[in-house]
């Protein structure tokens, strides 16, 4: 840590519980201090002494096209000149809306609000009143934000932090959450036949990214959207990290599935803060003002925000988008796999898309249980070695690589470098 970056952390010690304002940033489970950054350029970051890291945390996915993209930039210049709330409708909103429903079929309706926590909490409203049933199904290790009912054995920071769920949560609202093991066709089907009447939806990660990039069993997916029809309960997909990042459709144009209601995250804001939920008209009619289900923003569709999500999907529409992503995400996962092999290591790799986690497992990773046979000690020293030789990656185990589209080859060749010479050290 630098000498300003110790100085705000002290400083920040005093004013926010534990110097940060969200867990995973204390850098605690990889033995570190918070660093502190000022500025964004492409796919590097620079903290507030002037040290230049090359980013795979792209500000925890949102940034999908890098840092301070121009177009994103110049959407949010020409948005605040006019205002910044304005608390009433904007065609803006209408637009993105729009757009967003264009590439995600499944989407018939949307509403706008202002966080991934925010749109899985309104989703589960909506599928307890649709359905008219309490209990919701969702899975080890995916987590759907800091809501109460949801925040059991959730992955992400509770996962680094070695915490099964929170206090100050009554029993009560955790009591109508049946938590499964992901990939677990058995699990759910019991799950079904023992509560099938009474289960309003099954939320899901369709690839989970907060315990670490987790990648569906062949037909999994499919068998949550036959049983839950089976069953006349909601098939809901958390593509806050997924949506618009594994393609314009997302996990379930990638997977070729259809769910009933579909969370997205900040992504579709530009990295500032703006989510969505949406789906089946038939279900979004009973969302306020249309229908008896409430839930309100006053900063939800923001023009600002909404602006730089514009900017952002525009860019992801081009021809050969997502081809460039890919072939720089294939290019880091093969590399990587070359470096493993050449060192005798046998940790493995796991990747979607532009999402990537390296295991330090033998273990195959296919749920929450596997994921924590992880040996998160030597993980927390290549965190600190990769930091030395100025590569950022999320500080913690649990978490997915982000690559941009600001990444470049020249960029992988550095961080495998740092990768090899890193193991290579601590084995």
């Not at 929170?166 to 089907?189: C, R």
């Not at 006349?232 to 990638?254: K, P, W």
């Not at 749920?367 to 990656?393: H, R, V």
């Amino acid at each position: 840590m630098g000498l300003r970056s110790k100085v705000f952390y002290e400083r920040a010690l005093k004013v926010i519980p534990g110097g940060v304002n969200s867990p995973v940033r204390a850098c605690r489970a990889v033995k570190g201090e918070p660093i502190f950054f000022e500025k964004g350029e492409g796919a590097y970051l620079i903290d507030v002494d002037g040290n230049r890291y090359l980013d795979y945390v792209c500000s925890w996915g949102p940034l999908i096209l890098g840092h301070a993209h121009p177009e994103v930039i110049a959407g949010i210049y020409f948005a605040s000149k006019k205002g910044t709330s304005f608390g009433a409708p904007t065609w803006l909103e209408v637009e993105l809306a729009e757009l967003i429903k264009s590439c995600i079929p499944s989407i018939e309706k949307l509403r706008l609000v202002n966080s991934g926590t925010e749109a899985t909490m309104s989703a589960i409203r909506l599928a307890r009143a649709y359905t008219g049933r309490k209990k919701i199904i969702k899975f080890e290790g995916c987590y759907h934000g800091h809501v109460d009912s949801l925040l059991v054995k959730a992955g992400s920071g509770l996962a680094t932090f070695g915490i099964p769920a929170s206090p100050g949560i009554p029993e009560e609202l955790t009591a109508h959450t049946l938590n499964l093991p992901f990939n677990d066709f058995e699990a759910v089907k019991k799950a079904f036949e023992t509560y099938g009447r009474e289960v309003a939806g099954v939320i899901v990660e369709p690839v989970p990214g907060n315990m670490g990039v987790v990648l569906p069993k062949e037909s999994f997916l499919e068998f949550l959207r036959e049983i839950t029809q089976k069953y006349e309960a909601l098939l809901i997909f958390d593509e806050v990290i997924t949506g618009f990042r594994l393609g314009l459709s997302g996990a379930q144009g990638r997977y070729n599935i259809s769910p009933d209601l579909t969370c997205l995250g900040k992504i579709i804001g530009g990295g500032l803060p703006v989510g969505a939920y949406g789906g089946k008209e038939e279900i979004m009619n009973l969302v306020a003002p249309e229908g008896p289900v409430y839930q309100a923003g006053t900063l939800s569709g923001n023009p600002i925000a909404v602006s730089a999500g514009l900017a952002t999907l525009k860019e992801l529409l081009k021809p050969g988008t997502y081809e460039k992503l890919e072939k720089v995400s294939h290019f880091l996962e093969e590399e990587l796999k070359e470096v493993l092999k050449s060192l005798g290591l046998s940790y493995r790799i796991s990747r979607a898309g532009s999402m990537l986690t390296l295991f330090f497992t033998e273990k195959e990773v296919i749920n929450f249980e596997t994921a924590l046979s992880c040996d998160t000690e030597k993980f927390a020293l290549f965190w600190q070695g990769m930091l030395k030789e100025g590569i950022y990656l999320p500080p913690s185990q649990f978490e997915a690589w982000f690559i941009s589209l600001a990444h470049k080859e020249e960029d992988i060749n550095q961080t495998i470098k740092a990768v090899y010479k890193v193991l290579k050290e601590i084995g």
